[in-house]
T-cell receptor, first 114, second 111 residues
């Protein structure tokens, strides 16, 4: 069974802390994505990656960075967490050249910043 | 102006009912269209792609109207297990990085 695994389901952090969200996929997908989902706003793309060591900004990259050192792993980093980054974070992956709309999502990481 | 707009609902329907959701998109050059399903506190999962000619998968029918820039999802003979949020997704260009998600329409099927 194919899987996208996010390391933490629930996190509580304090303002100013550095936060790492890890995502691993076992489908050998080239593309990986980080979204955040907020009520009334839907899913918004933070960053994506088409290949190892490659990253592209999405619609809302401010306050975030990413790392893709290995094909299966895509990390989201909040250098200095702020309360407006309280959200549900969803990692996704997809095949390069596949159905461009078929994303496989992880279960999500719900981050609360106090 | 949002790229993709959906009625948030909630839609509360009895078991066995037929229910339809619409979704409008703003970019007339949009390439492809999808419906995702998201259960409460779960991740979104692809329900079906939407093809120009319309397509059906069991009790689910998806249609595309390019002239009016909307897509629809019809669910016949609703089941309790259909209760979920249905997300409309539009791909504006080639490549998955151009996906735009609607905020979702919440459906509750009542016994």
């Amino acid at each position: 069974d194919v899987k996208v695994t996010q390391s933490s389901r629930y996190l509580v952090k304090r303002t100013g802390e550095k936060v790492f969200l890890e995502c691993v996929q076992d489908m050998d997908h080239e593309n990986m994505f980080w979204y955040r989902q907020d009520p009334g706003l839907g899913l918004r793309l933070i960053y994506f990656s088409y290949d190892v060591k490659m990253k592209e900004k999405g619609d809302i990259p401010e306050g975030y960075s990413v790392s893709r050192e290995k094909k299966e792993r895509f990390s989201l980093i909040l250098e200095s967490a702020s309360t407006n980054q309280t959200s549900m974070y969803l990692c996704a992956s997809s095949l390069a050249g596949g159905d461009a709309g078929e994303l496989f999502f992880g279960e999500g990481s719900r981050l609360t910043v106090l | 102006r949002k790229e993709v707009e959906q009625d948030p609902g909630p839609f509360n329907v009895p078991e066995g009912a037929t229910v339809a959701f619409n979704c409008t998109y703003s970019n007339s050059a949009s390439q492809s269209f999808f419906w995702y399903r998201q259960d409460c506190r779960k991740e979104p999962k692809l329900l079906m792609s939407v093809y120009s000619s319309g397509n059906e998968d069991g009790r689910f029918t998806a249609q595309l109207n390019r002239a009016s820039q909307y897509i629809s999802l019809l669910i016949r003979d609703s089941k309790l297990s259909d209760s979920a949020t249905y997300l409309c997704v539009v791909n504006e260009q080639t490549g998955a990085n151009n996906l735009f998600f609607g905020t979702g329409t919440r459906l509750t099927v009542i016994p």
